[in-house]
């Protein structure tokens, strides 16, 4: 991972699950990682800047605590559908959206923004126009408001996951311009702290079934190596992608070989 020494990275949810992944593996490559977390991270990160991803003005003011340009920003924070709605679409979408378009300019030539979205929001052809209603929107709090006024069906954590993996598909023309690449990665079922709480909203036989077809469920490692991959020169003609992680199972879904999930 020689790619990576000296290299400077900002990681959302370092703290725990996939963003502690990523943070141990780019430390140990020799890069300098900014942890923004409401949580203290474990690893050994170069700097921590407490932040609430919830609330624009808390993102702002962790942003004004950052020195220096940067190679990468990896927004893997998130929290899962049991948690209120406008929280999960502020935290989801709203705040990767705000961090993403703030570090355009703190990015050096060649750095990208890497996403974690989900598999969760698979169906996003189907609410394209919506999506893109609320992604015209030019600021967090007009994008809360819009979701206030345009409430929408099921669970709110796929609705986040679908505007945010088309988010990152509508950004690629617009940051290569920049010099720039925006992707996203889109686990499956993982085994972190929250899989609990996927498994209320989503429900266990959904999740214990893939995990049955499979024959386990993602470490977060196994996502943190596609997010450093995304990060890395190797990838660097890879732009406005949204990269399924999952073992496989989404293909044996849009192929039909199993039926969709009800979640």
């Known amino acids: 991972m020689a790619a990576f020494q000296g290299k400077r990275f900002v990681v959302t949810g370092a ?8 943070a141990e593996r780019l430390l140990a490559a020799g890069a300098e990682v900014t942890s923004l977390d409401r949580n203290t991270p474990t690893a050994a ?8 991803l919830a609330n624009p003005r808390s993102i702002d003011a962790a942003l004004e605590q950052l020195d220096g340009t940067f190679d990468g920003l990896l927004n893997v924070a998130g929290i899962p559908g049991t948690a209120p709605a406008d929280l999960v679409l502020a935290v989801n979408t709203l705040a990767v959206r705000h961090l993403a378009e703030a570090f355009f300019e703190r990015l050096n ?14 169906g996003w052809p189907a609410r394209l126009d919506t999506i893109r209603d609320l992604l015209a929107t030019d ?6 408001a819009w979701f206030k006024a345009n409430p929408q ?18 950004m690629g023309l617009a940051v290569v311009e920049m010099g720039l690449r925006i992707n996203a990665v889109l686990p499956g079922p993982v085994e972190t702290p929250i899989l609990v709480d ?9 999740l214990d079934g893939i995990k ?13 190596s596609a997010v450093l991959f995304l990060a890395s020169d190797e990838a660097r003609w890879i732009n406005g992608h949204a990269l399924v992680v999952d073992g496989g199972i989404s293909g044996a879904v849009l192929s039909g070989v199993v039926p969709a999930p009800e979640i």
């Open 15 to 22: 703290a725990s699950g996939i963003g502690n992944a990523v």
């Open 45 to 52: 990160v170069t700097r921590h800047i407490e932040v609430d």
């Open 109 to 122: 030539p060649g750095g990208s923004v890497v996403i974690v979205s989900s598999t969760a929001g698979f």
């Open 139 to 144: 600021t967090f709090e007009e994008g809360a």
């Open 153 to 170: 069906q099921g669970n709110a954590y796929n609705f986040s996951k679908e505007a945010t993996t088309v988010y990152t598909m509508t």
């Open 198 to 206: 996927f498994e209320e909203s989503m429900g266990k036989d959904n």
């Open 212 to 224: 049955e077809l499979l024959g386990r469920h993602a470490t977060p490692d196994d996502i943190a």
